[in-house]
């Protein structure tokens, strides 16, 4: 995924694969997890994203990063689903950024 590309752009294909791998994954206890994540992540993205956060800002860069190391973690997930659990942490890691962009902009 090319850098240059909008937060938003990259939060919709994040939520796409976290949708996804929540579909796939079998135990009960990750999938609440991640739907717990998704939520939060939801719940911030519409703050972050009617902002217009300029790119230069920290904390746009930090979850720009988090972002993209989520989505490499979530696609990992289709060939292994034993690498859900690296792939909550990464969730875990937007959540954070996402939340400190959204009360950087607020």
């Known amino acids: 995924m090319p850098p240059e590309q909008p937060l938003a752009a990259q939060l919709a294909i994040f939520m796409q694969e ?26 911030k993205r519409q703050a972050v994203i009617a902002q217009g956060v300029a ?28 690498k859900v659990a690296k792939a909550i942490e990464t969730v875990a890691t937007v959540v954070s950024a996402i939340a400190k962009l959204a009360s950087a902009v607020v």
Request: glycine share 0%; no cysteine; proline share 2%.
């Open 55 to 82: 790119q230069h800002v920290a904390e746009y860069q930090a979850a720009t990063k988090a972002v993209n190391d989520s989505i490499k973690a979530l696609q990992a997930t289709k060939a292994d689903i034993a």
């Open 18 to 43: 976290l949708t996804d791998t929540i579909a796939r994954t079998p135990d009960k206890a990750d999938r609440e997890r991640l739907l717990a994540q998704q939520q939060e992540v939801a719940a």
